[in-house]
Structure formats: structure tokens, C-alpha cells
């Protein structure tokens, strides 16, 4: 009762005489989500949650957010501008199960040449994730990657891979015949194309306001780093290079170097 009303308390939000305005109604985790803001200057927004914290700096009026994968059932959200919270919002995450599944790939031996690339492509991601520019984008929606697409693994399965390692799916599997064309998912700047060890053949795209899209396992890559392409481009042929177990394309939606659910990222409308 006592945990009730302190709910009904903390959902009232506070706003510092300026236009604040959350453009999403419903929250999950992994959920990418947008505020309005009329003044992007100096702002941020912040996601409180347990005992941490995610920035997401305004990178024009329409700020992207995301609510982490491990958010628990509150999350904070405050907007701060030079240090000074002009908005604050409790907000109840709905809550999702996760599937688990079982995977069998051929097991490879990791020399130390092998970690050395691993570490490195590691840090050309986390460079390519780093990029902060204004939206290049001026549509108000994602688009779905393939065609036709067919989900074969979800978002947040928890993977068990050859019966011990375990690890987390940060992305949507879409199964689909080896050379199926593969469309960028919102116009954007390509700021990775390479051949990686785990993801084989991938893209990265930039799109601005802290978007990025990545497309993974491709058996063909049609784009070069520091193109522009528009939403709906092809971009890459459906493979399986790097560590998969047959022809699929993984697709994965982040905001910052934060990895959302793209099944809920494509649902968005900005
Ligand atoms: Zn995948």
C-alpha cells in the first residue's frame, strides 16, 4: 500500500517553465524511446536506474533515449541543462521474459593473433558508436531491413552456445536466402564496413541524434565507409560470414553505444 502511494507520487512530473515533452507512452526494456525539447542547447538526458546511470546528450529538439536492458521495474528520467534538472519523470517499465535458446557452432580456436584482432575490432566498434552529429535523417520511422523479414531469433535471448558459454542476443535475427538485399533502415552516413571476426561482413551507419544501425553476417557488402545513403538503399547482400550458423541477417539499433530492441525501434514514430 505504502509502495502504491509512493508511486501515484513519483508519477507526477516536474517541469522549469520550459517545454519539455516525452513523445513515448509506453515503456519497455531496451525500449528507444524520444523527448522534445525546445532548446537542445547544453542539454542532456539522463536515465537513473539501480545505482546507474545513462547520458544521452541533445543532439537536436528530438533527444533519443533508451531504457536499459537491465532497467528493473522504475527508471528516472530527468533532463538537465548546465547542470540543472529542468525536468524530472519516474517512469514504470513494463516488463518482458526472454527466451533461451540453445546453439551449436563449430568451435574455433582462438590463437593470440586471433584476441589481438577480436580487441581490435572491438575498438573500431566502440569508435564507430562514439560518433555524436546532428539527425541526418528527415524521416519519423525506421524501416525493416529486409523485405520480407522473418524474426528467427528476438532481441535478449539469453544464448547457450555449445552447451556452456553463455551470452546475451543484442540484436533481431531475420532468416533469409544468402543474397537477399539487405536496405538501410533510415538515411545515414556508413562509418563502418568491414570483414570482422564475429560478425563477419558488417555495416554501421550513423544516422544522427545518436542513432546507429548495424547489419551483421552479410555475404556482400554494397557500400564504402563515409557514404551517405537514404533509407531504404541497399546496402549489403544476406550471408553468413563471421560466426553464424547459416545465412541470416543480424540487425541490431543503438542509441550512443546503448543497445536497444530493434522490433520496438521499428514500431517508433518520431
Ligand atoms: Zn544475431
New binding site residues.
Given amino acids: 500500500m505504502v509502495r502504491f502511494f509512493l508511486f501515484l507520487l513519483l508519477t507526477v512530473s516536474f517541469a522549469w517553465g520550459e517545454e519539455v515533452k516525452l513523445l513515448t507512452e509506453n515503456f519497455y526494456p531496451a525500449g528507444l524511446n524520444v523527448i522534445q525539447v525546445d532548446n537542445p542547447q547544453n542539454l542532456k538526458v539522463v536515465v537513473l536506474y539501480r545505482d546507474k546511470k545513462l547520458t544521452f546528450p541533445a543532439l537536436g529538439k528530438k533527444v533519443f533515449f533508451a531504457i536499459p536492458y537491465d532497467s528493473g521495474k522504475f527508471v528516472e528520467l530527468q533532463v538537465i541543462r548546465d547542470g540543472k534538472t529542468i525536468y524530472k519523470k519516474f517512469i514504470k517499465v513494463k516488463q518482458k521474459k526472454y527466451r533461451i535458446s540453445r546453439i551449436t557452432v563449430k568451435s574455433r580456436k582462438l590463437t593470440k593473433k586471433v584476441l589481438e584482432r577480436i580487441k581490435r575490432e572491438r575498438q573500431l566498434i566502440r569508435k564507430a558508436f562514439s560518433i555524436r552529429e546532428e539527425a541526418l535523417f528527415t524521416e519519423n520511422s525506421f524501416i525493416p531491413p529486409l523485405k520480407n523479414p522473418r524474426m528467427s ?1 528476438p532481441f535478449g535471448a539469453k544464448r547457450i552456445i555449445n552447451g556452456k558459454k553463455r551470452s546475451i ?5 531475420y532468416s533469409a536466402p544468402r543474397g537477399t538485399p539487405v536496405y538501410a533502415s533510415l538515411t545515414g552516413k556508413v562509418v563502418l564496413a568491414k570483414e570482422l571476426f564475429y560478425t563477419g561482413k558488417t555495416v554501421i551507419i550513423s544516422h544522427g541524434a545518436g542513432l546507429f544501425t548495424l547489419y ?2 552479410l555475404s556482400k557488402i554494397d557500400v564504402k565507409e563515409g557514404q551517405m545513403v537514404k533509407r531504404g538503399q541497399v546496402i549489403g547482400k544476406v550471408g553468413s560470414t563471421g560466426r ?1 550458423t547459416g545465412p ?5 539499433v543503438y542509441v550512443n553505444s546503448v543497445r536497444t530492441d530493434p522490433s520496438l525501434a521499428l514500431k517508433l514514430k518520431w
Fill in positions: 531469433t542476443h543484442w540484436g533481431v535475427d551483421a553476417h553464424s541470416h541477417l543480424h540487425f541490431g
